[in-house]
C-alpha cells in the first residue's frame, strides 16, 4: 500500500512567487493534516482537514497560506505570495481516524530566496 | 494550549549504550502519544503509539511508557547502535497535534 506522498520535494522560488504543494494521503484516511519546521525549529501544526472539510486551521500562519482537499482526497497548500519566513519544511500526515496513527510524507522543501 | 518539551535536546552515547530520552507535556487531556524519529532530508517515521489507556509499548529494542497524570513520556532505548542516530519527536494527540523539538541522537560505533 502506498504511504503519503508529497510534491514536489524541493522548491525554490524568488519572494513574491507562489508555490503550491501537494499531499496525496494513504487511501481511505479521512483526516489528512498540515505540518511545517521553519529555520529548523519545532514542528508545527498548521491545518486538519476530515475529508474536505477543515477541521481545524488555527495554524495558518496568515491569509496568504490557502489549503484545500477538493473531493477529500489529496489536498494542496498553495503559498502567494511567499515571503522569506516562508522557508522550510512542509510535512503532511494522514490518519484513518481522529486520534489515530499518524502517517506522515517526505515532506516539501520550500526555499523562498 | 498543549506544550510538548523534550529533554534533552542533543545526546551523544557510544554504541551499546541503553538510553532514555524524554518528553514531557502539559495537558493531560490527549487520545495518545507517539514517538517518531526522523533522519535528515527525510519525512517522519512512526515508532511506537501509546494509547491514552496504556502505560507503555513495546518494539523490538524500544519501549515508550506513558503517564499521562504526570504528563510524561520517555522513550527506552537498548542496546544503541550506530544505525539509531536521528532525531526523535514527541508528539501528543488532543484537540490538536502538537510536537516536542525533538532530541538529537547520535550513537557513536
Known amino acids: 500500500e502506498a504511504g503519503v506522498t508529497q510534491f514536489p520535494s524541493h522548491s525554490v522560488i524568488e519572494k513574491g512567487q507562489t508555490v503550491t504543494l501537494r499531499c496525496d494521503p494513504i487511501?481511505?484516511?479521512?483526516?489528512l493534516y498540515w505540518y511545517r519546521r521553519v529555520m529548523g525549529k519545532e514542528i508545527k501544526f498548521l491545518l486538519h482537514?476530515?475529508?474536505?472539510?477543515?477541521?481545524?486551521e488555527s495554524g495558518m500562519p496568515n491569509n496568504r497560506f490557502l489549503a484545500e482537499r477538493t473531493g477529500g482526497t489529496y489536498s494542496t497548500l498553495k503559498v502567494q505570495p511567499a515571503e522569506l519566513e516562508d522557508s522550510g519544511v512542509y510535512f503532511c500526515a494522514s490518519s484513518q481516524l481522529i486520534g489515530g496513527e499518524l502517517f506522515f510524507g517526505e515532506g516539501s522543501r520550500l526555499t523562498v530566496l | 494550549k498543549q506544550e510538548v518539551t523534550q529533554i534533552p535536546a542533543a545526546l551523544s552515547v557510544p554504541e551499546g549504550e541503553n538510553l532514555v530520552l524524554n518528553c514531557s507535556f502539559t495537558d493531560s487531556a490527549i487520545y495518545n502519544l507517539q514517538w517518531f524519529r526522523q533522519d535528515p532530508g527525510k519525512g517522519l517515521t512512526s515508532l511506537l503509539l501509546?494509547?491514552?489507556?496504556?502505560r507503555e509499548q513495546t518494539s523490538g529494542r524500544l519501549n515508550a511508557s506513558l503517564d499521562k497524570s504526570s504528563g510524561r513520556s520517555t522513550l527506552y532505548i537498548a542496546a544503541s547502535q550506530p544505525g539509531d542516530s536521528a532525531t526523535y519527536l514527541c508528539e501528543t494527540s488532543g484537540s490538536r497535534l502538537t510536537f516536542g523539538e525533538g532530541t538529537q541522537l547520535t550513537v557513536n560505533p
Open positions: 501509546i494509547q491514552s489507556s496504556q
Open positions: 482537514f476530515v475529508k474536505e472539510s477543515k477541521q481545524d
Open positions: 487511501s481511505g484516511h479521512d483526516n
